[in-house]
């Protein structure tokens, strides 16, 4: 590990904090059109410390929605290219009066840093940025390739981004791609995620009668689509967390000996899970299955949210003619969503009630991606967290989706470096999010230890 990659880190530590929080002022809320400005903002700043950076050929691109921002430094020879990953766009900060300080003024507290974006993705993202600078200036160059490609839309669907990868697998080709938008199992724990569940997310929409009718003049003769929509959704998941969609298994496949034993060692506390996490009375999902396998390895069923009828006060007597529902199934690891969206099609058709049509839309779909703990980058990767942060690197899964990871799968054949420096306290899309001030300028450290030991590996 390099002492003057340490020396420089730490030596600029106040600058380093400074930029970010300049950058977290920038309100780049990407679901608002009101905030579209902000957003090519938060781009011409990202692009702007790139080519501080040291890296070349920064281009901001612009889409039909919010803009994409690339760079490449590409005077390696003989080494290895890596393609960085990270998005400048954030979540709403709703609702305000929950925030202790304001969203958009980044406030130091109890060794964070509280602002929204500050860990997703902000803070972690540019912490990639600030390592190219800290192996330019030490070492006058960089011990790898290095590609970038940011975005501006990761928090509303990154259709662009998707678009932008499929057609251009050249110039974006790499060995490997690094993501930093994850999160360590818990302070102090290196930790590589390996796995991710894929997508499908649906709206079900029941059509009954042709309008809403009197339910004392028709009820018990016509059909009511909320109530057909309900009868079709209890028949999708058992009263123990089965899914009965005929299919929809087929592929699953378990999760090696070697993982789950490595999940047994995590530290994990059942009890306080559910109280301090879920903060139900109790924890659902399939029997004889443990909560990390359930979370991280098997397919599961959800419904979002449900819409039709008459929900204002007081009493309206109506059979409602329409009804949706917004669902998704969150697929693992060699699950095909095409399979499975054919399964669901022909599931609403074999269970569709009397009287009612279903209509379903897709609106997003993405695979579950592996990574291969054997790849030799991954191998790197763990020993310069371990490295910096004292201790064995710990592989995990997670729950949930990161598209951008099987578009990189997909269309440039590469896997995934889920090197993240969150914790799971850190409130993401939540009031309060923050970002644990040492985890940022750790995560410098350990990038730039990544890229020199990954030169030299090769």
Same mark, same amino acid.
């Given at each position: 590990?390099?002492?003057?990659?340490?020396?420089?880190?730490?030596?600029?530590?106040? *600058?380093?904090?400074?930029?970010?929080?300049?950058?977290?002022?920038?309100?780049?809320? #990407?679901?608002?059109?009101?905030?579209?400005?902000?957003?090519? *903002?938060?781009?011409?700043?990202?692009?702007?410390?790139?080519?501080?950076?040291?890296?070349?050929?920064?281009?901001?691109?612009?889409?039909?929605?919010?803009?994409?921002?690339?760079?490449?430094?590409?005077?390696?020879?003989?080494?290895?290219?890596?393609?960085?990953?990270?998005?400048?766009?954030?979540?709403?900060?709703?609702?305000?009066?929950?925030?202790?300080?304001?969203?958009?003024?980044?406030?130091?507290?109890?060794?964070?840093?509280?602002?929204?974006?500050?860990?997703?993705?902000?803070?972690?993202?540019?912490?990639?940025?600030?390592?190219?600078?800290?192996?330019?200036?030490?070492?006058?160059?960089?011990?790898?390739?290095?590609?970038?490609?940011?975005?501006?839309?990761?928090?509303?669907?990154?259709?662009?981004?998707?678009?932008?990868?499929?057609?251009?697998?050249?110039?974006?080709?790499?060995?490997?791609?690094?993501? #930093?938008?994850?999160?360590?199992?818990?302070?102090?724990?290196?930790?590589?995620?390996?796995?991710?569940?894929?997508?499908?997310?649906?709206?079900?929409?029941?059509?009954?009668?042709?309008?809403?009718?009197? #339910?004392?003049?028709?009820?018990?003769?016509?059909?009511?689509?909320?109530?057909?929509?309900?009868?079709?959704?209890?028949?999708?998941?058992?009263?123990?967390?089965?899914?009965?969609?005929?299919?929809?298994?087929?592929?699953?496949?378990?999760?090696?000996?070697?993982?789950?034993?490595?999940?047994?060692?995590?530290?994990?506390?059942?009890?306080?899970?559910?109280?301090?996490?879920?903060?139900?009375?109790?924890?659902?999902?399939?029997?004889?299955?443990?909560?990390?396998?359930?979370?991280?390895?098997?397919?599961?069923?959800?419904?979002?949210?449900?819409?039709?009828?008459?929900?204002?006060?007081?009493? /309206?007597?109506?059979?409602?003619?329409?009804?949706?529902?917004?669902?998704?199934?969150?697929?693992?690891?060699?699950?095909?969503?095409?399979?499975?969206?054919?399964?669901? *099609?022909?599931?609403?058709?074999?269970?569709?009630? /009397?009287?009612?049509?279903?209509?379903?839309?897709?609106?997003?779909?993405?695979?579950?991606?592996?990574?291969?703990?054997?790849?030799?980058?991954?191998?790197?990767?763990?020993?310069?967290? #371990?490295?910096?942060?004292? /201790?064995?690197?710990?592989?995990?899964?997670?729950?949930?989706?990161?598209?951008?990871?099987?578009?990189?799968?997909?269309?440039?054949?590469?896997?995934?470096?889920?090197?993240?420096?969150?914790?799971?306290?850190?409130?993401?899309?939540?009031?309060?999010?923050?970002?644990?001030? *040492?985890?940022?300028?750790?995560?410098?450290?350990?990038?730039?230890?990544?890229?020199?030991?990954?030169?030299?590996?090769?």
């Amino acid at each position: 590990m390099s002492q003057k990659i340490d020396a420089y880190v730490q030596s600029n530590e106040a *600058r380093f904090l400074d930029e970010l929080k300049e950058f977290l002022r920038i309100p780049s809320i #990407s679901t608002l059109p009101e905030h579209n400005t902000d957003t090519q *903002r938060a781009a011409e700043f990202a692009a702007t410390k790139l080519a501080a950076a040291g890296l070349e050929n920064v281009e901001i691109i612009q889409t039909e929605r919010h803009p994409l921002v690339y760079a490449d430094w590409l005077h390696a020879a003989g080494k290895p290219t890596v393609l960085c990953y990270g998005h400048f766009d954030v979540q709403p900060p709703d609702p305000l009066d929950l925030w202790e300080t304001p969203p958009f003024e980044p406030t130091e507290r109890n060794g964070n840093l509280y602002a929204r974006g500050s860990a997703d993705d902000k803070g972690q993202m540019y912490s990639h940025i600030k390592a190219f600078e800290a192996l330019r200036d030490v070492h006058g160059t960089l011990p790898v390739n290095i590609k970038v490609l940011l975005e501006g839309e990761e928090e509303v669907g990154g259709l662009s981004v998707a678009a932008y990868v499929a057609q251009n697998p050249q110039k974006l080709h790499a060995d490997v791609a690094l993501v #930093s938008d994850t999160e360590m199992y818990e302070p102090g724990m290196p930790t590589l995620n390996v796995g991710l569940r894929g997508l499908l997310y649906m709206e079900i929409e029941a059509q009954g009668p042709a309008r809403d009718l009197h #339910s004392g003049l028709y009820g018990g003769a016509a059909p009511n689509a909320v109530f057909g929509l309900v009868e079709l959704l209890s028949k999708a998941k058992d009263a123990d967390g089965h899914l009965q969609i005929p299919g929809i298994y087929d592929t699953v496949e378990p999760p090696s000996a070697d993982e789950k034993a490595s999940w047994a060692q995590l530290p994990f506390n059942e009890a306080e899970y559910l109280a301090s996490e879920v903060g139900s009375t109790s924890l659902t999902g399939e029997p004889g299955y443990s909560v990390f396998e359930r979370t991280w390895a098997r397919p599961t069923f959800e419904v979002h949210g449900i819409a039709g009828g008459f929900t204002g006060s007081g009493a /309206k007597t109506v059979i409602p003619a329409k009804a949706v529902a917004k669902v998704s199934i969150r697929l693992v690891p060699r699950q095909d969503p095409a399979a499975i969206e054919a399964a669901v *099609r022909k599931f609403v058709v074999d269970n569709t009630p /009397k009287g009612i049509r279903f209509e379903v839309r897709v609106l997003s779909s993405g695979p579950g991606p592996m990574v291969n703990t054997d790849h030799p980058a991954i191998r790197v990767a763990a020993k310069a967290f #371990s490295d910096v942060f004292g /201790k064995p690197t710990v592989f995990t899964r997670s729950g949930g989706s990161i598209p951008i990871v099987g578009d990189f799968a997909s269309h440039l054949g590469i896997p995934t470096i889920l090197m993240g420096f969150g914790l799971p306290d850190d409130g993401l899309h939540s009031p309060n999010e923050k970002y644990n001030i *040492r985890n940022y300028f750790d995560g410098i450290r350990t990038l730039a230890h990544f890229f020199e030991e990954y030169g030299a590996a090769s």
